[in-house]
């Protein structure tokens, strides 16, 4: 079984009740995706059988790390979708990859985290890694994780293109929708 | 964990460090004042000093702080620069040049 990260395009009406997983409209902020993320288990590509829900991108993960704080209650589902530059070496690579997930160790808002390399092999994708994270609120991304130094004054520089060193396109999609309950594994 | 004062906020600096050959470092230094702090100011980052240090027989390196209000200022920077080709075109023209570069962003201690 694959878990899916699954980008949708909702026309008017659309209704995300009764899909399988858990799905949400994105909130205010988010930027570079559809209209909803809608997180779900699937041998293959997942297909909403709702009306009015088309898929944009559904994204295959293979995890790499993650972790979760037990809490019961609603919740911010954040995923941002990433593409390492093709050429980047293995070991640049993971040194990235071991930097981003340390970010829950400074940051105590990320309640339940993901971090994802893209099975390529399940289904080509034009991202390579997908880092998600559960908050109690919406607080906890706008401020906790945004204005924590190790993330803008560290794990940034992987992102930021005027740092030579940087190794992620300046394309992504940083998307964040409000669950009822857990929705990482 | 982090400490800062809390009478400051934050605050937010950026450090360039660009090794140049001794022949092309005041000519580019003049192009960053001319073409590039410009764009920089109006992405909130204030040219706060430059300097430079003679690192071998040829070749000098120039380091330049900017400052920024705070982490919000910071983000907008990012957003805005991402947005104006000419900062890329700008630091491939430099790296074109430059024998070694590096941006390192402070927080306030």
Same mark, same amino acid.
């Given at each position: ?185 | ?13 950026i450090v360039d460090r660009v090794t140049l050959g001794a022949g ?16 920089? @100011? ?18 000098? @390196? ?26 890329? @075109? ?20």
């Open positions: 079984m694959t878990r899916w990260v699954v980008q949708l395009r909702l026309a008017d009406g659309a209704t995300l009740e009764g899909l399988p997983g858990c799905a949400g409209c994105h909130l205010p902020g988010s930027v570079g995706g559809g209209d909803a993320t809608w997180d779900v288990e699937a041998p293959q590509r997942p297909e909403p059988m709702t009306a009015g829900a088309q898929v944009l991108d559904a994204v295959a993960l293979a995890p790499l790390r993650g972790a979760r704080v037990a809490f019961t209650g609603p919740r911010i589902k954040r995923t941002l979708l990433l593409r390492v530059r093709p050429g980047t070496p293995l070991a640049t690579r993971e040194r990235f990859e071991a930097e981003l997930a340390e970010m829950p160790r400074y940051i105590t808002a990320i309640r339940g985290w993901a971090l994802s390399r893209v099975d390529d092999a399940v289904a080509p994708s034009r991202w390579t890694h997908v880092w998600e994270q559960e908050y109690e609120t919406v607080d906890g991304l706008r401020r906790d994780y945004m204005m924590h130094p190790y993330h803008w004054a560290g794990i940034d520089r992987w992102f930021d293109a005027e740092v030579p060193q940087s190794i992620v396109e300046p394309e992504v999609a940083h998307v964040f929708y409000a669950a009822s309950g857990p929705v990482l594994p | 964990m982090y400490h800062w004062g809390l009478m400051d906020g934050p605050g937010v600096t092309d470092a005041a000519s580019w230094l003049g192009r960053l004042r001319s073409d590039y702090a410009p764009g920089a @100011e109006r992405r909130g980052m204030q040219l706060a000093a430059a300097w430079w240090s003679h690192v071998g027989p040829d070749a000098v @390196e120039v380091t330049v702080r900017w400052d920024l209000a705070d982490v919000a200022a910071f983000w907008a920077m990012r957003r805005a620069a991402g947005q104006d080709p000419a900062v890329l @075109e700008w630091w491939a023209a430099t790296d074109a040049l430059a024998i070694a570069r590096s941006r390192n962003v402070c927080a306030r201690a």
